[in-house]
């Protein structure tokens, strides 16, 4: 597996340096959902309960990759149609503790579903947030899966996250894997993630040389990826008692470490691969000495990235320790060097490390018009696929028939479904939806009442002729000031017209053809 570079991010902050002063990390069962997506039934796969897919997402359709030798949650995956459905995004939905955040992690092998040579370029979102392009053409020509990570606090109860076509996608989008773990309130805490998110670009275990290791080396879960084990690689000749640094990394990443036994500069091209420039990131890197350093720090180092001063004199430990940046601008290719210190006596030495891209959040639109949408969905019987997530947001991809504001607060300021093929009832919480400017329902199949909408005082045309809707027409509607259209022809509507509608010169209401049992105004 591999991970791709990610996207731009904010400005860089000041570096901090903290020891080993949280408590020791106890092991445990790993929390969290994760998703084999497109799988009808549940596994256990090296001790990990995998989930089938069915009770967190209801859009796209199952596929099946032929080949023998893949891990089982990549025999699946869910696909999404494209036609007519560019910058229409489709979620899962998995509830969550709002108050906490989230490592999110996304897998992707395409084993040739949609008939394509080369799989599809798309989207993936998460809330309202454009986390970054899904681009898997070099790791799937060499038979790799790609999997994305990312730290990300809901904005509400349920955490989304989608997949959608963009401008260059030609086929299906697609997904294996998804695992959402709550991560514990010190982990990577200098972010303020009611601001930001992290997408991760590298994580790596330094000086080691075996297959990519997770759980239960990581009790979240994180993937550690090998690296440099060309370049001085050193095992620790004792076992550390490394315990309770910041973001808690697994013991195991001390056991190997890149070093230099002379006292000289150590340089590494790290992260590997040419960054995009005007990208800012947060950097963590973990290190554990196995001799105690003493007064005369003869075990201090120096470090700069790109030849910028990171970190002077730090005095490696046996407990171990972490520097981190919370942003850090890098651009092109990234030279990390570890430099002894004036008057130190030993080479440097590194762990491992981690590297986000700090992304801007993207925003919520306001929770009362969101918990509105998701009753107005429910109460349709066969609402648009795409109609999961946040409803106006990223902005590209708002809901089909959705219009939204932008600003402070994120409304939602009219709703067109005319000719969707919607069953089902209107929900009365549509009335919620108090910056609703058009409501076109028409030309559907929709059943039950018109709701009381005296609350929509910006409201100015309701369409929902040729539909089945019975009832009254609420007098209500008369006191709406804004009101301008009223299109109610071709359903089973009884009782009176009430006299405030026709008494408006400045309305267009139409009640006939059709409602045969209702009693015109006198």
């Not at 796969?45 to 023998?68: C, F, H, Q, T």
Request: charged letters at 15%; a neutral charge; hydrophobic letters at 40%.
């Amino acid at each position: 597996m591999s991970t791709l570079l990610p996207l731009p991010a904010m400005i860089p902050t000041r570096l901090l340096l903290l020891f080993a002063l949280l408590p020791i990390c106890l092991c445990q069962s790993l929390q969290g959902v994760l998703i084999d997506c497109g799988a009808d039934v549940g596994s256990v796969i090296n001790g990990l309960e995998w989930l089938p897919d069915s009770g967190y997402i209801s859009a796209g359709s199952s596929k099946v990759i032929v080949r023998e030798d893949l891990v089982q949650t990549l025999f699946t995956v869910r696909s999404f149609p494209l036609s007519n459905n560019v910058f229409k995004k489709f979620c899962y939905e998995i509830p969550v503790d709002r108050t906490k955040k989230y490592l999110v992690r996304t897998t992707y092998y395409y084993g040739g579903v949609n008939g394509n040579t080369n799989p599809p370029v798309f989207d993936q979102i998460v809330d309202g947030t454009l986390w970054r392009v899904v681009n898997t053409t070099e790791d799937y020509l060499r038979q790799e899966a790609s999997y994305y990570e990312g730290v990300f606090m809901p904005t509400g109860k349920n955490l989304s996250v989608c997949v959608a076509g963009n401008t260059y996608t030609d086929s299906d989008p697609f997904i294996s894997a998804l695992e959402i773990v709550p991560l514990w309130d010190q982990l990577y805490n200098s972010t303020d993630f009611r601001a930001h998110a992290l997408s991760l670009v590298a994580r790596h275990s330094f000086g080691y040389d075996g297959p990519v290791f997770g759980y239960p080396d990581d009790q979240f879960n994180r993937y550690w990826q090998p690296f440099g084990a060309d370049a001085f690689p050193l095992s620790n000749p004792q076992e550390l008692a490394v315990s309770g640094i910041w973001n808690l990394p697994p013991q195991k990443v001390f056991h190997t470490r890149l070093s230099k036994s002379l006292v000289e500069p150590l340089t590494l091209n790290w992260p590997p691969g040419p960054l995009p420039g005007g990208v800012n990131y947060s950097i963590a890197l973990y290190f554990a000495d196995d001799h105690a350093s003493d007064s005369n720090n003869s075990r201090a180092m120096d470090i700069t990235i790109n030849g910028v001063p990171y970190y002077r004199n730090l005095i490696r430990t046996p407990v171990g320790l972490v520097v981190f940046s919370s942003q850090w601008p890098l651009a092109g290719i990234t030279n990390l060097t570890l430099s002894p210190a004036p008057g130190s006596t030993a080479g440097p030495l590194i762990n491992a490390g981690e590297v986000y891209q700090v992304l801007p959040s993207g925003g919520k639109t306001l929770a009362r018009d969101v918990i509105a949408m998701i009753d107005l969905r429910n109460h349709f019987h066969n609402a648009p696929a795409d109609w999961s997530g946040d409803p106006c947001l990223p902005s590209r991809y708002t809901w089909t028939g959705v219009t939204c504001s932008y600003g402070p607060r994120i409304r939602i300021l009219s709703l067109n479904l005319t000719s969707m093929g919607l069953a089902g009832l209107i929900s009365p919480r549509i009335s919620r939806l108090t910056a609703l400017s058009s409501i076109l329902l028409g030309n559907n199949s929709l059943i039950g009442t018109i709701p009381d909408l005296s609350s929509l005082k910006a409201l100015q045309n309701l369409h929902l002729q040729d539909n089945r809707l019975g009832g009254i027409i609420p007098p209500s509607l008369g006191t709406l000031q804004n009101l301008r259209e009223v299109f109610l022809q071709n359903n089973n509507l009884t009782g009176q017209v009430p006299p405030n509608l026709t008494g408006k010169e400045e309305l267009a209401l139409r009640y006939t053809p059709g409602n045969p049992l209702l009693i015109p105004p006198p």
